[in-house]
């Protein structure tokens, strides 16, 4: 599975905030770009060279990975710090068109889908400038799509039926920096 630069990309948000002036975006944004570069660095190792989109210009395409996987490990800790079991993140975007990373993480209530869900939007509204659609209500596989950065939150039993996981066994695997932290 190939990414196809020729294909328009009509529903991809970028994941730097639309206000870069505002203070309080720069506030959060230090520190974690030196954990981005870092794991962008080695998923350029892996999957060799970026396929740029045939308009934009070489870099902007790069650039836009590290902000989105920013914004996709600042989820996936929210998500940690609600308690959620198995949070994956995934690099897809060699294996889809229309998004770069899925965050796949299993809630045990639909009260713990709608704490992370509600945490999320906010991370994403407040600090990315990033409105998610999807799910507004807890269900058992509820999704999040903020454009680059989608989020299935599964209950155990439909995480295991749906398996994206295996599904999608050719995506790059993030490690996660705070879970490093934790052990």
Not at 48 to 56: D, M, P, Q
Not at 140 to 150: Q, Y
Not at 160 to 175: C, D, Q, R, V
Request: aromatic share 10%.
């Amino acid at each position: 599975h190939r990414l196809r630069s020729d294909l328009p990309h009509t529903r991809s948000l970028p994941c730097r905030a639309r206000s870069p002036s505002s203070s309080s975006s720069s506030n959060v944004n230090s520190g974690r770009g030196d954990d981005a570069d870092n794991l962008l660095e080695d998923l350029l190792s892996k999957h060799g060279e970026v396929v740029y989109n045939a308009g934009g210009a070489p870099g902007i395409d790069a650039d836009d990975d590290a902000e989105c996987l920013s914004f996709a490990v600042s989820l996936a800790k929210v998500a940690s710090e609600v308690k959620a079991a198995d949070i994956r993140v995934l690099f897809v975007k060699p294996l889809v068109y229309w998004t770069r990373f899925f965050i796949i993480l299993t809630a045990f209530s639909n009260a713990q889908i709608d704490a992370i869900s509600s945490k999320m939007r906010d991370i994403g509204e407040k600090q990315f400038s990033i409105v998610a659609s999807g799910d507004t209500k807890p269900n058992s596989w509820t999704l999040l799509d903020f454009g680059d950065v989608v989020v299935h939150i599964f209950l155990p039993q439909q995480r295991a039926f749906y398996n994206l996981e295996e599904f999608y066994g050719n995506a790059t695997s993030i490690e996660l920096p705070f879970e490093k932290q934790l052990q």
